[in-house]
Protein backbone atom coordinates (compact mmCIF):
# COMPACT_ATOMS: atom_id res chain seq x y z
CA UNK A 1 0.00 0.00 0.00
CA UNK A 2 3.24 2.41 0.80
CA UNK A 3 2.15 6.43 0.48
CA UNK A 4 -1.31 7.90 -0.54
CA UNK A 5 -1.38 11.87 -0.72
CA UNK A 6 -4.70 13.13 0.65
CA UNK A 7 -5.12 16.77 -0.57
CA UNK A 8 -8.19 19.54 -1.53
CA UNK A 9 -6.66 21.63 -4.41
CA UNK A 10 -8.15 24.41 -6.18
CA UNK A 11 -7.80 24.54 -10.66
CA UNK A 12 -4.37 26.01 -10.04
CA UNK A 13 -3.41 22.94 -7.24
CA UNK A 14 -4.17 25.94 -4.80
CA UNK A 15 -3.57 24.54 -1.05
CA UNK A 16 -3.32 27.18 1.66
CA UNK A 17 -2.55 30.79 2.51
CA UNK A 18 -1.24 32.14 5.55
CA UNK A 19 -0.90 29.10 7.16
CA UNK A 20 -4.63 27.83 6.36
CA UNK A 21 -6.99 26.34 4.22
CA UNK A 22 -8.44 28.02 1.64
CA UNK A 23 -12.02 26.01 0.86
CA UNK A 24 -13.77 25.28 3.52
CA UNK A 25 -16.04 21.91 2.35
CA UNK A 26 -17.77 20.32 5.03
CA UNK A 27 -18.37 17.34 2.97
CA UNK A 28 -14.50 17.11 2.34
CA UNK A 29 -14.06 17.11 5.73
CA UNK A 30 -15.45 14.30 6.30
CA UNK A 31 -14.22 12.17 3.53
CA UNK A 32 -10.70 13.08 5.09
CA UNK A 33 -11.98 12.28 8.40
CA UNK A 34 -13.34 8.81 6.99
CA UNK A 35 -10.31 8.32 4.61
CA UNK A 36 -7.79 8.70 7.21
CA UNK A 37 -9.25 7.47 10.19
CA UNK A 38 -7.45 4.26 12.28
CA UNK A 39 -4.48 4.90 9.85
CA UNK A 40 -0.87 6.57 10.36
CA UNK A 41 -1.14 10.62 9.06
CA UNK A 42 2.19 12.09 8.25
CA UNK A 43 2.51 16.14 8.31
CA UNK A 44 4.65 18.85 8.16
CA UNK A 45 5.31 21.09 10.98
CA UNK A 46 3.37 24.29 9.89
CA UNK A 47 0.62 21.96 8.71
CA UNK A 48 0.20 20.12 12.16
CA UNK A 49 0.02 24.15 13.77
CA UNK A 50 -3.11 24.78 11.58
CA UNK A 51 -4.47 22.47 13.71
CA UNK A 52 -6.15 23.01 17.11
CA UNK A 53 -5.01 19.62 18.47
CA UNK A 54 -3.78 15.90 17.47
CA UNK A 55 -6.05 14.37 14.62
CA UNK A 56 -7.99 12.14 16.86
CA UNK A 57 -8.12 7.66 16.33
CA UNK A 58 -5.14 8.43 14.04
CA UNK A 59 -1.03 8.63 14.89
CA UNK A 60 -0.11 11.67 14.18
CA UNK A 61 3.28 11.76 12.94
CA UNK A 62 4.68 15.43 12.80
CA UNK A 63 7.94 16.43 10.08
CA UNK A 64 10.28 19.53 12.00
CA UNK A 65 13.89 19.64 12.23
CA UNK A 66 13.17 20.46 15.36
CA UNK A 67 10.84 18.52 18.37
CA UNK A 68 7.27 19.12 18.38
CA UNK A 69 4.79 18.94 21.36
CA UNK A 70 2.47 16.73 21.20
CA UNK A 71 2.54 14.58 17.99
CA UNK A 72 2.35 10.61 18.43
CA UNK A 73 5.78 11.24 16.92
CA UNK A 74 8.41 14.05 15.23
CA UNK A 75 10.28 12.90 12.38
CA UNK A 76 13.70 14.77 11.14
CA UNK A 77 14.79 12.53 8.49
CA UNK A 78 12.26 12.24 5.45
CA UNK A 79 14.87 10.43 3.49
CA UNK A 80 14.92 7.68 6.12
CA UNK A 81 11.26 7.60 6.97
CA UNK A 82 10.52 7.02 3.03
CA UNK A 83 13.03 4.48 3.02
CA UNK A 84 11.54 2.57 6.07
CA UNK A 85 8.38 2.51 5.02
CA UNK A 86 7.56 2.81 1.31
CA UNK A 87 7.15 -1.09 1.41
CA UNK A 88 5.31 -1.40 4.37
CA UNK A 89 1.61 -3.63 3.96
CA UNK A 90 -0.44 -0.38 5.60
CA UNK A 91 -1.85 2.57 3.37
CA UNK A 92 0.15 5.89 5.56
CA UNK A 93 -1.62 9.10 4.52
CA UNK A 94 0.46 12.31 3.86
CA UNK A 95 -2.08 14.96 4.57
CA UNK A 96 0.84 17.81 3.94
CA UNK A 97 1.30 20.85 3.00
CA UNK A 98 3.06 21.74 0.22
CA UNK A 99 6.85 21.10 1.44
CA UNK A 100 5.81 17.57 2.59
CA UNK A 101 3.70 16.50 -0.68
CA UNK A 102 6.35 17.40 -3.07
CA UNK A 103 8.68 15.02 -0.94
CA UNK A 104 6.30 12.22 -0.99
CA UNK A 105 4.73 12.47 -4.30
CA UNK A 106 7.94 10.27 -6.30
CA UNK A 107 6.99 7.51 -3.48
CA UNK A 108 3.07 7.69 -3.47
CA UNK A 109 0.75 4.65 -5.20
CA UNK A 110 -2.09 6.75 -4.54
CA UNK A 111 -3.34 10.75 -4.59
CA UNK A 112 -6.77 11.15 -3.19
CA UNK A 113 -7.54 14.64 -4.58
CA UNK A 114 -10.35 16.60 -4.19
CA UNK A 115 -10.27 18.98 -7.05
CA UNK A 116 -12.10 22.02 -6.61
CA UNK A 117 -13.99 24.58 -9.30
CA UNK A 118 -12.47 27.22 -8.46
CA UNK A 119 -9.53 29.23 -7.98
CA UNK A 120 -8.17 31.71 -5.45
CA UNK A 121 -4.85 33.56 -4.30
CA UNK A 122 -2.96 31.37 -2.34
CA UNK A 123 0.95 31.13 -0.78
CA UNK A 124 1.12 27.54 -1.17
CA UNK A 125 0.45 24.85 -3.97
CA UNK A 126 0.41 21.09 -4.63
CA UNK A 127 3.16 19.88 -6.71
CA UNK A 128 2.27 19.25 -10.52
CA UNK A 129 2.69 15.79 -11.55
CA UNK A 130 2.38 13.87 -14.47
CA UNK A 131 -1.56 12.79 -14.82
CA UNK A 132 -0.96 10.14 -17.39
CA UNK A 133 0.83 8.21 -15.23
CA UNK A 134 -2.12 7.32 -12.95
CA UNK A 135 -5.76 5.79 -13.77
CA UNK A 136 -8.36 8.64 -12.27
CA UNK A 137 -10.91 7.41 -10.70
CA UNK A 138 -14.16 10.02 -9.67
CA UNK A 139 -15.38 8.46 -6.40
CA UNK A 140 -17.90 11.43 -5.93
CA UNK A 141 -18.69 14.69 -7.02
CA UNK A 142 -20.67 17.13 -5.08
CA UNK A 143 -21.62 21.26 -4.65
CA UNK A 144 -21.07 23.10 -1.27
CA UNK A 145 -22.83 26.22 -1.51
CA UNK A 146 -20.81 27.72 -5.01
CA UNK A 147 -17.98 25.41 -4.60
CA UNK A 148 -18.24 22.68 -6.89
CA UNK A 149 -15.93 19.59 -6.53
CA UNK A 150 -15.19 16.42 -7.25
CA UNK A 151 -13.33 13.49 -4.63
CA UNK A 152 -10.63 11.74 -7.45
CA UNK A 153 -8.59 9.14 -6.57
CA UNK A 154 -4.97 8.88 -9.35
CA UNK A 155 -3.49 5.17 -8.54
CA UNK A 156 -0.18 4.79 -10.18
CA UNK A 157 0.08 2.51 -13.58
N1 LIG B 1 -5.67 21.95 0.97
C1 LIG B 1 -5.17 20.95 1.66
O1 LIG B 1 -5.58 19.79 1.50
C2 LIG B 1 -4.08 21.21 2.65
C3 LIG B 1 -3.55 20.15 3.39
C4 LIG B 1 -2.52 20.43 4.29
C5 LIG B 1 -2.05 21.72 4.44
N2 LIG B 1 -2.59 22.73 3.71
C6 LIG B 1 -2.09 24.10 3.83
O2 LIG B 1 -0.71 24.12 3.44
C7 LIG B 1 -0.04 25.16 4.16
C8 LIG B 1 1.17 24.58 4.89
O3 LIG B 1 2.05 23.99 3.93
P1 LIG B 1 3.63 24.38 3.91
O4 LIG B 1 4.20 23.81 2.66
O5 LIG B 1 3.76 25.85 4.15
O6 LIG B 1 4.19 23.68 5.21
P2 LIG B 1 4.19 22.11 5.68
O7 LIG B 1 4.59 21.25 4.53
O8 LIG B 1 2.94 21.81 6.41
O9 LIG B 1 5.34 22.15 6.79
C9 LIG B 1 6.62 22.65 6.47
C10 LIG B 1 7.56 22.28 7.61
O10 LIG B 1 7.86 20.88 7.57
C11 LIG B 1 9.19 20.67 8.01
N3 LIG B 1 9.98 20.12 6.92
C12 LIG B 1 9.83 20.27 5.58
N4 LIG B 1 10.79 19.60 4.90
C13 LIG B 1 11.56 18.99 5.85
C14 LIG B 1 12.71 18.15 5.79
N5 LIG B 1 13.28 17.80 4.61
N6 LIG B 1 13.24 17.70 6.95
C15 LIG B 1 12.70 18.05 8.15
N7 LIG B 1 11.61 18.84 8.27
C16 LIG B 1 11.06 19.31 7.13
C17 LIG B 1 9.75 22.03 8.43
O11 LIG B 1 9.41 22.19 9.81
P3 LIG B 1 10.33 23.05 10.83
O12 LIG B 1 10.28 24.47 10.30
O13 LIG B 1 9.67 22.86 12.16
O14 LIG B 1 11.71 22.44 10.77
C18 LIG B 1 8.92 22.97 7.55
O15 LIG B 1 8.87 24.30 8.05
C19 LIG B 1 -1.08 25.75 5.10
O16 LIG B 1 -1.66 26.89 4.50
C20 LIG B 1 -2.12 24.64 5.23
O17 LIG B 1 -3.40 25.12 5.58
C21 LIG B 1 -3.60 22.50 2.81
Request: hydrophobic share 35%.
Amino acid sequence: MSFSLIAAIGKNGELGKNGELIFHIKEDMQFFRETTTGHKVVMGRKTWESFPGKLKDRENIVISRSEVKGADKTIHDIDKFITENENTDEEIFIIGGGQIYEAFLPHAKTLYLTEIDATSDADTYFPTFDKSKYDKEIIKKGQSHDLIYAFAKYSLK
